[in-house]
Structure formats: C-alpha cells, structure tokens
C-alpha cells in the first residue's frame, strides 16, 4: 500500500549516512575554508554561533548539512553538478524546528521548472548523521498524472 499527503508525487528520494569523525578530519586539515565550501551564509552564521558553545555540536551540525546536501544531490538526480553546488542548498530551519530546504539561483531557477516541493529530514547522533530528501513533482505534473491514470 502505498499512503500520500496530499496530492504530491514523488519525483526523487535521496538519502546519505555519514560519520561525524569523517568531517571532524577534513575540518581540523581545512577549518574555515571547507566551512565556506559547503555551507551557505545563514549555515554559516548558525554553524559559528555552535561550534562557539560547544565545538562538538558545531561538527554535527556540520555533519548534517553535508548529509542533506549529498541526499538533495541524490534526490534531484545531478548529483554535485552545476547548477547543484555545496552552498546554493541550505537547510535551515521554520520556527517550530522542522528543517527546510532554501534554494539560490541558479540552483533555484532550475529547480522550480522540474520539481515541486522538497522536504529534508535530518538526524544525528554522536557518531553519525543521516539525511533524508524527498522530492515532489511539479503539481502541473501532478494533475497531468491524476488525469491519465
């Protein structure tokens, strides 16, 4: 059996597991400059403001924004190429704590003409992070869909 919200379809699923250890190395070789390679500039500002209270907990979140870029990477099918870069996908998160993905052209633009809304879903423990996207087809695909099945 198959359950769906609502009227989405899903175009994409990606998923990455990562060791924190595995980003701690790359972060004690490159610090700063790996930091401004893969996050974008409101990940930059939370990761900073953690990694300052606790530095472990900075790396995780680290972690996990290297996981759901890999996973949204997946999920869209490109994988790490253009328009898909490390800091034009951000995860951040709504008031209530639920992550969300936030796009910058033109990484953007290209994702409004082939898909719908996305959805990440991101975990971590001290070893390990995991992320999970799921991708939507567009809702003029959706319709398109519906009406020929």
Do not use: C
Not at 5 to 19: H, N, P, S
Not at 63 to 69: D, E, S
Not at 86 to 93: A, C, V
Not at 113 to 132: K, L, N, P
């Amino acid at each position: 059996m198959i359950a769906q919200a609502g009227k989405g379809k899903v175009a994409g699923i990606g998923v990455d597991l990562l060791r924190v250890d595995r980003i701690a190395q790359v972060y004690a070789r490159h610090g700063r400059k790996f930091v401004e390679r893969i996050l974008g500039p409101q990940e930059i500002e939370k990761f900073q403001r953690r990694y300052q209270r606790d530095p472990q907990r900075g790396i995780r979140f680290l972690a996990t924004r290297f996981a759901a870029k890999e996973a949204f990477s997946k999920a869209i099918g490109l994988g790490m190429h253009s328009p898909m870069s490390w800091p034009r996908m951000q995860t951040l998160n709504e008031a209530s704590g639920k992550p969300l993905v936030q796009l910058s052209e033109p990484l953007a633009g290209w994702y409004r003409q082939r898909f719908g809304a996305a959805h990440v879903s991101i975990t971590d423990e001290s070893d390990t992070v995991v992320a999970f996207v799921m991708i939507e087809t567009l809702p003029s695909l959706q319709d398109q869909t519906d009406k020929t099945v």
